[in-house]
């Protein structure tokens, strides 16, 4: 049996939702009981997929010699707000990728550079036993973030910018929307999530007048929607529409059960 391992920030939950709903490979899915769990397996429960919830402390030790045969997933989810502080990120990642990697014989990264933070992270863990991979495009690159895995890595990411000719846009996939005041909070707009009138300032300030629903093609988030339209109104924002798609968080994923069976 293989043992593959998620660590993930939940603006990825959406993606990971699909990757489970849609690999029938997965024998075995083990949630780590924490309190960021609770996005994640609200989408597994509405979807009908099974999972057991358990403490890390209680899960099994990785089998040996190949005992047991599929693909047993672990996913552990980490708050959103480590994005606040990046040496903090970094650690917090740093030290749970030392920390799965007794259960795992792979560890997958949700993540990207992140204040480039992480972008040596596989180098730094190249002597494990466990082979620990974080999202990259083809070329090799990590990729910049949660939006730009979604747009399919750095060039898209520059096409959009560049096309909004000097215009601010806010990137909003589903995640963002449901998210958005506990991020202007940890990206230091304001202290309060319901001051809107500080968060506009600041996003006035920065030129933004825009605000990106990006269609991803995943639905787990069922008021997305009304959600972008909300944060357009208290924004005094224009929608645009962008097309994205989880293609390269499942390339990634593919890859690294690819390394996990030669």
Known sequence: MTVLSFI?????????AHII?????IGKIIVVDNEDRGGLTGKLDAVGCTYEL???????????????????????????ALHARPDNLK?????????????????????????????????DFSSSPCIVRILKEDNGTVVDDCI??????RAAYLEKLTGSRGVGTFFMTPMWAAHWREMVVSAGMTQDPNDIKMSKFVFDHAGYKNVARMDTG?????????????FARLFEFNIIEMRASPALVEDCYSKMCADLRS
């Open 8 to 16: 993930a920030c939940r603006m990825f939950e959406d993606e990971i």
């Open 21 to 25: 709903e849609n690999d029938p490979g």
């Open 54 to 80: 358990l403490p890390l402390f209680s899960i099994p030790p990785k089998p040996q010699n190949g005992e047991g045969e599929g693909l047993t997933l672990i996913v552990y989810m980490l708050e959103l």
């Open 91 to 123: 650690k917090v990642v740093y030290d749970k990728t030392e920390e799965l990697s007794r259960y795992a014989d792979g560890i997958l990264l949700f993540y990207g550079l992140c204040g480039n933070v992480l972008g040596k992270i596989e180098e």
């Open 148 to 153: 730009g895995a979604v747009l399919g890595g």
């Open 218 to 230: 995943l639905y787990y988030e069922k008021d997305f929607d009304f959600m972008v339209e909300e």
